[in-house]
């Protein structure tokens, strides 16, 4: 009997996958997805991870969607290898294109995170953007990362958290597992729980314009902007060396 979104009267879990909306797959296609979502997540990400991987010879970009990222990682992270995991078979045709664009080795395999064709410790790092939202089993997904990670690896992760996943142009406009999602607090729980060690130095927490109920519009005309739960939470998670 699959889960109902209480909203749109949706069902919103067929089996670990929920696909994503028409508006969700055109929208990861859009400058304003490249530019103030993900080009800002991985400068933040890089500079929290603040130098401590050195060499980083093969990248996991998990849920790599339509691969937007694969360039970025490659300027920013000079990989020999990028490894892009996507479960959208539509999505990683189109990640083919950007692949082609990059200098280094790009593989790309359909499948979910949640079992990985890939070696125990043989990735040193994983790209996690806006990827959890997405998935119903995250414990499973992370203990997929925790057995390929190199030990002293890192997860770099880019979350959205409960409040904006369960407000109502989300819920109208894309489509998730709503029954999984998270507050900052429980995925750093999480992710925690498996074993990956996270410092306080190794979270930061915001409300980007682009997840306000106004889009930040109050702010930028001077209006005092209403109290708002934190929407976005970046980690670096690393496995013990
Ligand atoms: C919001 S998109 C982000 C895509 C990409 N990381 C980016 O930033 O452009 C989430 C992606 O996760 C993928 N996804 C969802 N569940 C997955 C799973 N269990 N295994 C692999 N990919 C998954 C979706 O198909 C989608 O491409």
Same mark, same amino acid.
């Given at each position: 009997?699959?889960?109902?979104?209480?909203?749109?009267?949706?069902?919103?879990?067929?089996?670990?996958?929920?696909?994503? $909306?028409?508006?969700?797959?055109?929208?990861?296609?859009?400058?304003?997805?490249?530019?103030?979502?993900?080009?800002?997540?991985?400068?933040?990400? =890089?500079?929290?991870?603040?130098?401590?991987?050195?060499?980083?010879?093969?990248?996991?970009?998990?849920?790599?969607?339509?691969?937007?990222?694969?360039?970025?990682?490659?300027?920013?992270?000079?990989?020999?290898?990028?490894?892009?995991?996507?479960?959208?078979?539509?999505?990683?045709?189109?990640? +083919?294109?950007?692949?082609?664009?990059?200098?280094?080795?790009? =593989? +790309?395999?359909?499948?979910?995170?949640?079992?990985?064709?890939?070696?125990? $410790? $043989?990735?040193?790092?994983?790209?996690?953007?806006?990827?959890?939202?997405?998935?119903?089993?995250?414990?499973?997904?992370?203990?997929?990362?925790?057995?390929?990670?190199? @030990?002293?690896?890192?997860?770099?992760?880019?979350?959205?958290?409960?409040?904006?996943?369960?407000?109502?142009?989300?819920?109208?406009?894309?489509?998730?597992?709503?029954?999984?999602?998270?507050?900052?607090?429980?995925?750093?729980?999480?992710?925690? $729980?498996?074993?990956? =060690?996270?410092?306080?130095?190794?979270?930061?927490?915001?409300?980007?314009?682009?997840?306000?109920?106004?889009?930040?519009?109050?702010?930028?005309?001077?209006?005092?902007? =209403?109290?708002?739960?934190?929407?976005?939470?970046?980690?670096?998670?690393?496995? @013990?060396?």
């Amino acid at each position: 009997m699959p889960i109902m979104d209480p909203i749109l009267n949706n069902p919103i879990s067929e089996g670990d996958w929920v696909r994503e $909306s028409g508006f969700g797959r055109w929208f990861l296609t859009t400058d304003t997805w490249f530019r103030y979502v993900l080009s800002e997540a991985v400068c933040d990400l =890089k500079q929290l991870l603040d130098n401590r991987i050195h060499g980083t010879h093969q990248i996991l970009d998990a849920g790599c969607g339509q691969g937007v990222a694969f360039e970025l990682l490659e300027e920013h992270f000079h990989p020999r290898t990028i490894i892009g995991v996507d479960i959208d078979k539509e999505q990683m045709r189109m990640a +083919l294109e950007m692949a082609n664009r990059c200098q280094c080795e790009v =593989k +790309l395999e359909s499948g979910t995170v949640c079992n990985l064709n890939i070696p125990d $410790s $043989s990735i040193d790092m994983i790209f996690s953007h806006q990827l959890f939202h997405h998935v119903s089993d995250q414990a499973r997904a992370l203990e997929e990362f925790y057995r390929i990670l190199m @030990p002293g690896g890192a997860i770099l992760i880019s979350e959205s958290c409960r409040s904006f996943i369960h407000s109502f142009l989300v819920r109208l406009l894309f489509r998730h597992p709503m029954h999984v999602q998270k507050t900052a607090e429980e995925y750093v729980e999480l992710v925690q $729980s498996i074993g990956f =060690k996270i410092d306080d130095t190794d979270i930061q927490t915001s409300r980007p314009w682009w997840s306000c109920e106004d889009y930040g519009v109050r702010e930028r005309i001077g209006l005092p902007h =209403k109290q708002q739960e934190v929407t976005q939470i970046l980690m670096i998670a690393r496995k @013990p060396s």
